[in-house]
């Protein structure tokens, strides 16, 4: 009796994690399927920074300006794959290469360093929420593998130049751009964008409009690479079309 009762409970629980496990997979693959086609308006960690400035008896500040890719100077693509993920139209989602440096430099007690490609911080910014667990590592992969599956290289990068923090309540680089140069996204220079780039590692801590000499000196290390890296335009097909227009 005892045994035909546990049987029951077991085979219930099975089908309850397994409709779970299903439900989870076709509503996340939904989820990012639909996620490449509209804009990503607002994300976990914005929510979270809204409720942490309430509970702070602040009031929420949440500047961010959607533009499509187009609309955002190639120097500011080329500095985040300078100085955040060089190898980013290689790679489907990892560099296993970074994440071992990142773990060798960890273990000196130095500085903390991430090894996350740009694929897997717009996974995370998305979909996700930003306090460290295996856990959400663990998801992070799965929607990383997902997002490379799904959307293109042009599309991840729009993306994750629209939704991540570049500021206190300040998200993407067309709201980073205003707040800091006064002008839209389009228009940033080279050393401009190598700013905001080098801000990135901690945009709540670091400031473009008051750079301290360790950012200056991060801003001369990815203008540097910006010319030494292969040159990521997603603008070309645009100027193609436009070409043949004429």
Not at 13 to 37: K, M, P, Q, T
Not at 193 to 200: E, G, Q, R, V
Not at 218 to 226: E, H, N
Request: with cysteine; hydrophobic share 40%.
């Amino acid at each position: 009796m005892v045994k035909t009762k546990n049987t029951k409970f077991f085979a219930r629980l099975s089908r309850f994690l397994r409709n779970l496990l299903i439900i989870f997979l076709l509503g996340s693959i939904s989820w990012v399927i639909l996620a490449r086609f509209i804009p990503v308006y607002i994300t976990p960690l914005m929510v979270i920074r809204s409720v942490e400035a309430v509970f702070d008896g602040k009031s929420p500040k949440n500047e961010k300006h959607w533009v499509p890719i187009e609309d955002i100077s190639s120097n500011m693509v080329q500095a985040v794959v300078a100085s955040e993920d060089n190898l980013f139209m290689e790679h489907w989602g990892f560099s296993f290469n970074d994440i071992e440096k990142a773990a060798k430099h960890n273990k000196k007690g130095k500085r903390i360093r991430g090894g996350s490609t740009i694929s897997q911080q717009t996974a995370k910014n998305v979909f996700l929420w930003p306090q460290r667990s295996y856990f959400r590592k663990g998801l992070e992969a799965y929607f990383t593998v997902l997002i490379e599956l799904f959307w293109s290289k042009e599309r991840i990068m729009e993306v994750y130049l629209n939704v991540i923090e570049m500021g206190d309540g300040i998200y993407g680089v067309e709201a980073a751009s205003n707040e800091y140069f006064n002008k839209s996204a389009t228009k940033l220079t080279k050393s401009q964008a190598a700013l905001i780039a080098a801000c990135l590692p901690n945009p709540r801590k670091y400031n473009a409009v008051n750079p301290s000499s360790y950012i200056r000196k991060r801003q001369v290390k990815i203008i540097s690479l910006m010319g030494k890296i292969k040159k990521v335009d997603f603008h070309k097909k645009e100027k193609i079309s436009k070409t043949k227009k004429k």
